[in-house]
């Protein structure tokens, strides 16, 4: 089981009709975000997304879009690499929480 982030916030968006099924992001994807179904990717951990963007760069048709190094889940990263509060300046206040 992989780290989960806030929920329902990753910007990791598929696009299934343009899936061919290679199974790239499966392979390259560092939390198991996606599996293989009839002959397509499918998203089934979501929310254990790092937008890190491996997936998106690795899939011949284009099928995936990921704002890598944005969003709360990169903000979490930096805070406790930093040692500070995440900021992801999703909200006026510029906290994610």
């Keep these: 089981m992989h780290a989960r982030y806030l929920k329902n ?5 598929l696009d299934e009709e343009k899936c061919g099924g290679c199974g790239m992001c499966v392979a ?3 939390h198991a975000v996606f599996t293989l179904e009839n002959g397509r990717a499918r ?3 979501r929310d ?3 937008e890190c963007g491996a997936c998106a760069m690795n899939c011949p048709e284009g099928a995936l879009a990921v704002d890598s190094g944005v969003g709360c ?9 930093r040692g ?8 006026d206040d510029g906290c994610c929480c």
Excluded: K, N, R, Y
């Design 28 to 30: 390259v994807c560092p």
């Design 43 to 45: 998203i089934v951990e």
């Design 48 to 50: 254990a997304c790092m």
């Design 84 to 91: 500070t509060e995440p900021t992801c300046d999703c909200s």
């Design 9 to 13: 916030v990753v910007t990791l968006e």
């Design 73 to 81: 889940a990169s903000a979490f990263i930096t805070g406790a690499l």
